[in-house]
């Protein structure tokens, strides 16, 4: 295929193209479970001391016992929800990277949560796609002679249909012919 050709199928197929935004994070787990009714009262003392701590405070002196991460790596949000629960990561979204916040809410408990890195949704360049597109560009082309190649065979062709009466014992009489 051409660059042109292939520009015009990365045109009609962009969102299929887009790199979904990603999020990396610290967070802090406090226990509703553990601490009840003081639960927000502890989360909003740990976050002025994770504020007065900085972005690298060290997350083994604050909060309770988790199986989640301490750290998470840049993800797309989608496997951010997976981890943490649906919503979680559009709530990250809005919070300023390089500052702690919250309490952010989730099915485990409350977090306080420092965003260090995001990446938002974006277009790749064509040089990053073309070896997709390629790929993309020949399998349709493939279905489309496959199509025509089905059509010019069915037409050389007539196909008769015969029903069986109820008995199943030969022709009904009745025939369908395409």
Known sequence: PTDEELKALFARNAEAFRVAPR???RQVFVSRDKRGDA???EAARLLARLNA???AARLDAFGDATMLP???ELSALRDIDRQFG???ARRLEAIEPGRWAGPIRSGYGLHLVLVR???DAYAPDFAVVRPALEREFVAERRKQHLATL???LLAKYTVTLERRDAEGSGASGA???R
């Open 23 to 25: 999020l990396a994070f």
């Open 39 to 41: 639960a927000e009262a």
């Open 53 to 55: 701590a900085g972005p």
């Open 70 to 72: 301490g750290e998470v």
């Open 86 to 88: 649906d919503g979680f």
């Open 117 to 119: 890195e995001r990446i």
């Open 150 to 152: 089905y059509d010019r």
């Open 175 to 177: 025939a369908a012919t």
